[in-house]
């Protein structure tokens, strides 16, 4: 089995900072690509930051320059610190794996259970 337990979530006023923080466990023999991803309500969950192994990063638009993805691969964490947090950055805040299971040949996806951020004054 394979857990990825999400933390760091909650309420915060507009201009404030979260950090979200994530660790993956269990049988995992290699990880490629870390992330987090968001939903709002009535809305598809959509891409908010990924790593992969080698350091890389994508940021969506509407982050970029507000928010930071790191990970450290020998805890398998990776973490998000959120800056100038807005209201409509208000949404369930899901980590991501893709990583390849011991004794499995495949890589596939995992997900966290979620974690709330609202930002409202």
């Known amino acids: 089995q394979v857990q990825l337990v999400e933390s760091g979530g909650g309420l915060v006023q507009p201009g404030g900072s979260l950090r979200l923080s994530c660790v993956a466990s269990?049988?995992?023999?290699?990880?490629?690509?870390m992330g987090w991803y968001r939903q709002a309500p009535g809305k598809q969950r959509e891409l908010v930051a990924r790593?992969?192994?080698?350091?890389?990063?994508n940021y969506a638009d509407s982050v970029k320059g507000r928010f930071t993805i790191s990970r450290n691969n020998a805890k398998r964490t990776v973490d998000l610190q959120m800056n100038s947090l807005k209201p409509e950055d208000t949404a369930v805040y899901y980590c991501?794996?893709?990583?390849?299971?011991?004794?499995?040949?495949?890589?596939?996806?995992?997900w966290g259970q979620g974690t709330q951020v609202t930002v409202s004054s």
């Open positions: 991501n794996a893709y990583l390849q299971r011991l004794g499995n040949m495949r890589f596939e996806d995992y």
């Open positions: 269990g049988s995992i023999f290699s990880m490629n690509a």
């Open positions: 790593i992969i192994g080698g350091g890389s990063t």
